[in-house]
């Protein structure tokens, strides 16, 4: 098993940016395709970037591509979303998520997530 804790999430202003952090912990976590998912109010949660074990292999959802960038470190057991050019759209708490089969899922853990507010 897998435990992750996100952390980053804020009030922004339109066109913004930040970055989130999950830090997971165990000594498994190079074993682990990792995620990003968010849910917006009265919305499901939807993926957003699905992270390979090495980190080379990375796949967006269209909505964030060219705007988000995944990441991770797996000397430090952190995976990072770095979230530029940020509109009211992008409101939503933001999940960290492991898995052991495909970029886009499913994924078997995840964290508590992150509340990103972005003010237009």
């Known amino acids: 098993q897998v435990q992750l804790v996100e952390s980053g999430g804020g009030l922004v202003q339109a066109g913004g940016s930040l970055r989130l952090s999950c830090a997971a912990s165990?000594?498994?976590?190079?074993?682990?395709?990792m995620g990003w998912f968010r849910q917006a109010p009265g919305k499901e949660r939807e993926f957003v970037v699905g992270?390979?074990?090495?980190?080379?292999?990375?796949h967006y959802a269209d909505s964030v591509k060219g705007r988000f960038t995944g990441s991770r470190d797996n000397a430090k057991n952190t995976v990072y979303l770095e979230m530029n050019n940020l509109n009211p759209e992008d409101t939503a708490v933001y999940y960290c998520?492991?898995?052991?089969?495909?970029?886009?899922?499913?994924?078997?853990?995840w964290g508590q997530g992150t509340q990103v507010t972005v003010s237009s």
């Open positions: 165990g000594r498994t976590f190079r074993s682990y395709i």
């Open positions: 998520a492991a898995g052991n089969t495909e970029l886009v899922g499913p994924y078997d853990y």
């Open positions: 992270i390979s074990r090495s980190g080379y292999s990375i």
